[in-house]
């Protein structure tokens, strides 16, 4: 997205705000506390529906981007004196604009490299997927970790209610809360271990499944654009 891109030469301008469905990133000239979040949280639920944990990133953002190019500027509220809780919230958003530039420097070093080498030989390469880099786990992540430890808790309700509850249960905590699970989460492959269906394993056993299910969705798409023949599974 246009922010994403801006974001590298000028991580001065933004600010992450936490929306329903998930952290995005905002001018600072459209960041009201309180106000901000109710707007988008209207946009993203007109544009979104329920708030799940299927939505892709990138989709999101970009609404987001929308509602900043449109909105007027004259109806953004006047900026009151900062509260301890206020700075609280900012260095809270400044760990996840750091994660997301880390997390985009790297993929685009990779994207470069493999193009660079589809070039030279002329291949089409399945995507890799991405291992979470354990010195500097973002709240994606602790999320994805949340959801992991708690969705078998919840067996007397249906997949989709499940994701529900989880969600809304992960929206209403304090950040405070959520930075226990990021630290949690970080413990937890800091000792070589990570979750699978709701159980903790060897990193190596949960990095060869989600590399099978990625390759398995990365061939699909690649049959879909007629890169792969329907007989190559």
């Given at each position: 997205?246009?922010?994403?891109?801006e974001?590298?030469?000028?991580?001065?301008?933004?600010?992450?705000?936490?929306?329903?469905?998930?952290?995005?990133?905002?001018?600072?000239?459209?960041?009201?506390?309180?106000?901000?979040?109710?707007?988008?949280?209207?946009?993203?639920?007109?544009?979104?529906?329920?708030?799940?944990?299927?939505?892709?990133?990138?989709?999101?953002?970009q609404?987001?981007d929308?509602?900043?190019?449109?909105?007027?500027?004259n109806?953004v509220?006047?900026?009151?004196?900062?509260?301890?809780?206020?700075?609280?919230?900012?260095?809270d958003?400044?760990?996840?604009?750091?994660?997301?530039?880390?997390?985009?420097?790297?993929?685009?070093?990779?994207?470069?490299?493999?193009?660079?080498?589809?070039?030279?030989?002329g291949?089409?390469?399945?995507k890799?997927?991405?291992?979470?880099?354990?010195n500097?786990?973002?709240?994606?992540?602790a999320?994805?970790?949340?959801?992991?430890?708690?969705y078998?808790?919840?067996?007397?309700?249906?997949?989709?209610?499940?994701?529900?509850?989880?969600?809304?249960?992960?929206?209403?905590?304090?950040?405070?809360?959520?930075?226990?699970?990021?630290?949690?989460?970080?413990?937890?492959?800091?000792?070589?271990?990570?979750?699978?269906?709701?159980?903790?394993?060897?990193?190596?056993?949960?990095?060869?499944?989600?590399?099978?299910?990625?390759?398995?969705?990365?061939?699909?798409?690649?049959?879909?654009?007629?890169?792969?023949?329907?007989?190559?599974?």
């Amino acid at each position: 997205s246009s922010s994403v891109i801006e974001l590298k030469t000028r991580p001065d301008l933004y600010n992450g705000v936490f929306t329903k469905f998930g952290w995005v990133l905002v001018k600072k000239t459209h960041v009201v506390r309180g106000w901000t979040q109710l707007q988008l949280n209207q946009v993203l639920e007109e544009k979104l529906g329920e708030p799940l944990d299927q939505h892709d990133w990138d989709t999101v953002q970009q609404y987001a981007d929308e509602w900043v190019r449109t909105a007027n500027a004259n109806q953004v509220p006047k900026l009151k004196r900062r509260t301890m809780a206020d700075k609280s919230r900012e260095e809270d958003m400044k760990l996840y604009l750091q994660q997301l530039r880390y997390d985009e420097t790297e993929e685009i070093s990779a994207d470069d490299e493999k193009r660079r080498k589809r070039r030279l030989d002329g291949t089409k390469e399945i995507k890799q997927h991405k291992e979470i880099n354990k010195n500097a786990v973002s709240f994606t992540n602790a999320w994805n970790y949340y959801m992991a430890v708690t969705y078998k808790t919840h067996e007397n309700l249906s997949p989709k209610e499940r994701r529900v509850k989880v969600g809304t249960d992960w929206r209403q905590m304090s950040m405070d809360q959520k930075e226990v699970y990021r630290q949690d989460y970080t413990r937890l492959l800091n000792l070589g271990k990570d979750v699978l269906h709701g159980e903790i394993v060897d990193q190596e056993v949960k990095l060869k499944a989600t590399q099978k299910l990625w390759e398995a969705k990365e061939r699909a798409r690649l049959r879909k654009l007629g890169v792969l023949s329907p007989a190559n599974k």
